[in-house]
């Protein structure tokens, strides 16, 4: 009878854990709080003011990212490709974020002809500073994309955003290597994405000045913030090691 299970649910696998996994993130974001996230620095200089607004006076076509980091890890040395408009003078740097802490970073195009919007931003995953390898080899970053496709664009335009987890041999990158990210994202976009305990997710409103909300946060119990306690993760987790295939299919019967 498992037999049959496996046969029949086989195909559904992949959908079978990418909800299960985004059920996760939901959890871990109930289980924090959107309110226990301390403001980063560019945050805090907005002082309670709607960033949008501010954009709308630099730039006609461009984002405003926000971000929202619900782990006890840290999202470091931050690479950016911008591949079309340009990055905010005041707010477009990307820098450290620390755990459980929320950001905003804006791109645009300056409010010149023919200017739109689009790139590549990643971030080094790290605990108390330092990277987390895999198979002492390999450390991974998260990556996230974005392209507003039209220079003169319509409140109905249609916008992409992408976010995944990829290992890196190095440490760092560089920017050429960034700008291959933003090609392999904008050819094969993913709003959800995990990796081992990793789990983040983005997405983008329509429109000329669109916001995009980009959430990361981990499964593991080491990689959780002081607020959370608890976790319905624990009790399923598909990212474990020793979670297996007939687990699964128990679950989802």
């Known amino acids: 009878m498992i037999l049959i299970n496996v046969l029949i649910l086989l195909p559904h696998l992949s959908t079978i854990i990418a909800t299960k996994t985004e059920e996760s993130l939901e959890h871990v974001i109930a289980e924090v709080g959107k309110d226990k996230l301390s403001p980063g620095n560019y945050l805090e200089k907005f002082k309670g003011e709607d960033p949008k607004k501010y954009l709308a006076t630099v730039g006609n ?17 931050p ?3 911008v591949h079309a408009g340009y990055k905010d003078e005041k707010y477009g740097h990307p820098h450290n974020m620390g755990g459980t802490q929320k950001e905003v970073f804006l791109y645009h195009n300056k ?14 995953i790290t605990k108390d500073g330092k990277p987390i390898w895999e198979n002492e080899s390999k450390v991974s970053r998260l990556h996230f994309m974005w392209d507003l496709p039209k220079y003169y ?27 291959r990210y933003y090609d392999l994202h904008l050819k094969r976009a993913r709003v959800f994405a995990h990796h081992n305990h990793f789990l983040a997710r983005v997405n983008i409103s ?10 990361f946060a981990s499964s593991k119990k080491d990689h959780k913030s002081d607020q959370v306690a ?11 090691e020793d979670f297996s295939l007939l687990s699964i299919l128990l679950l989802s019967a």
């Open 79 to 81: 690479v950016i490709y």
């Open 153 to 179: 664009c319509k409140p109905e335009t249609k916008n992409t955003v992408s976010v995944g987890f990829h290992t890196h041999d190095k440490a760092k990158i560089t920017e050429d290597l960034q700008y």
């Open 111 to 124: 409010k010149r002809l023919k200017r739109r919007s689009a790139g590549s931003i990643s971030w080094m």
């Open 230 to 240: 608890s976790s319905i993760v624990d009790k399923f987790n598909p990212l474990d």
């Open 61 to 77: 076509v461009g984002i405003v990212l926000d971000i929202e980091n619900y782990s006890g890890l840290e999202l470091e040395d």
């Open 206 to 215: 329509r429109g000329c000045l669109p916001s995009v909300l980009l959430q």
